[in-house]
């Protein structure tokens, strides 16, 4: 090495197909895969010990190289490996709303239009049917005197839209009591029925959650079927969907961090939420045609939902940080040289355009004791 520390290399000799690394592994950067074998051996200590003279017999110590070389910079700094991989960017969860009142459906909501806690969802012979939050759907009148969790679900709802305060009405409470009659009054009063304090099946739909709606299975003016689904719908929470290849599943883990390649070719932050356990094979598609490769559901958040727009079910590209090292000597790949025996040396250049390689210990110093930036060919 010279004192303005210039390392340089040979024309690479191909390397050893024996050597050759798996094709999965091929998608993670190059570098970092270098990068990572620095590290093993304490950030950057190769054993570099053989070089070529021109004649290709292996000789160490060498001297000049008759072969023309370019210099490059090398530097410290932090590498990341990442794969990128197809998805769906839509919404989270998927709901069928199953109407339970009698009469003719009168008003329906728009597809695509959001509907929230205590919002008349759809109409049956102009009455309106309110969604609720709750995980039990209705299956039953509430009034007076009963109790359960459906119960409970409702003096929640009644808590949580303002009609009643926690230190009034419980919202663990499952017990329908005085308080829960004077509440419901209130939000009957506020959907436009008339004021009974009884909840009657029919009346009210409980999702899990706020929704938006994507198709309508109800035909305006028709007979409502108690029993039948009347829309579909999914949750507001933006998300994206990835199917995985099973064989990828170790590489990736909830809480990775992602970025997000949206139609518009703008790119958002994300997070892994869910890591699929059970892999799936779709089915052949066309006459003779061979199963694709089991696949598992992984699940992204993305950070800024609003960054997202309003895609549904749109094609999205998520780049996948599966590793990282910081501060590490980066050589470039075209500074390398194939060994026979597998691995790769580092030619150095010395005074007056000597090119040789020093024995492990001393290329170990000098990699130990580099600091800042130095150039390799």
């Known amino acids: 090495m010279s004192a303005t520390g210039r390392w340089m290399e040979t024309r690479p000799s191909a390397p050893d197909p024996s050597q050759s690394p798996p094709m999965r592994e091929r998608r993670h950067w190059v570098v970092a895969g270098i990068v990572l074998a620095l590290v093993a051996v304490g950030l950057a200590a190769w054993a570099v010990t053989n070089t070529f003279a021109g004649n290709g017999t292996p000789r160490v110590g060498g001297s000049d190289n008759p072969d023309p070389t370019s210099f490059a910079t090398v530097a410290h700094q932090d590498l990341t490996s ?19 009142a009698q009469g003719t459906v009168t008003a329906v909501p728009a597809v695509g239009q959001v509907v929230n806690q205590g919002q008349v969802l759809y109409q049956v012979s102009g009455a309106p049917v309110v969604l609720l939050f709750g995980s039990t759907p209705a299956y039953r009148t509430l009034s007076s005197g009963t109790s359960g969790h459906d119960v409970e679900e409702l003096n929640a709802d009644l808590v949580s839209l303002g009609y009643a305060t926690s230190s009034e009405l419980s919202p663990t409470s499952d017990t329908f009591g005085a308080t829960t009659t004077t ?74 961090k992602v970025t997000i390649t949206l139609p518009n070719n703008q790119n958002t932050p994300g997070m892994i939420s869910s890591v699929g356990t059970v892999a799936t094979t779709p089915a052949s598609s066309g006459s003779g045609g061979t199963n694709s490769s089991p696949t598992i559901t992984v699940l992204v958040n993305p950070t800024d939902s609003a960054a997202t727009g309003t895609w549904d079910q749109a094609p999205v590209n998520v780049t996948i940080t599966t590793g990282s090292v910081t501060n590490v000597l980066v050589v470039p790949v075209d500074a390398l040289l194939a060994q026979p025996g597998g691995g790769y040396a580092v030619e150095v250049g010395g005074a007056n355009g000597a090119r040789h390689l020093g024995n492990h210990s001393a290329v170990r110093g000098r990699f130990e004791h580099l600091r800042g930036a130095s150039q390799v060919a």
């Not at 990442?82 to 339970?100: C, E, I, M, N, R």
């Not at 938006?212 to 969907?241: F, N």
């Open 82 to 100: 990442q794969t990128q991989l197809p998805a769906t960017l839509g919404y989270a969860g998927s709901y069928s709303v199953v109407d339970q």
């Open 183 to 256: 509440a419901l009054e209130k939000l009957e009063a506020a959907v436009g029925v008339a004021r009974n304090g009884t909840l009657t099946l029919g009346q009210a739909v409980f999702l899990p959650t706020a929704i938006r709606v994507t198709t309508i299975s109800a035909t305006l003016g028709a007979p409502g079927q108690a029993g039948q689904p009347i829309m579909q719908a999914t949750s507001t929470t933006r998300q994206v969907r990835i199917a995985l290849d099973a064989a990828q599943q170790s590489e990736v883990v909830v809480g990775d």
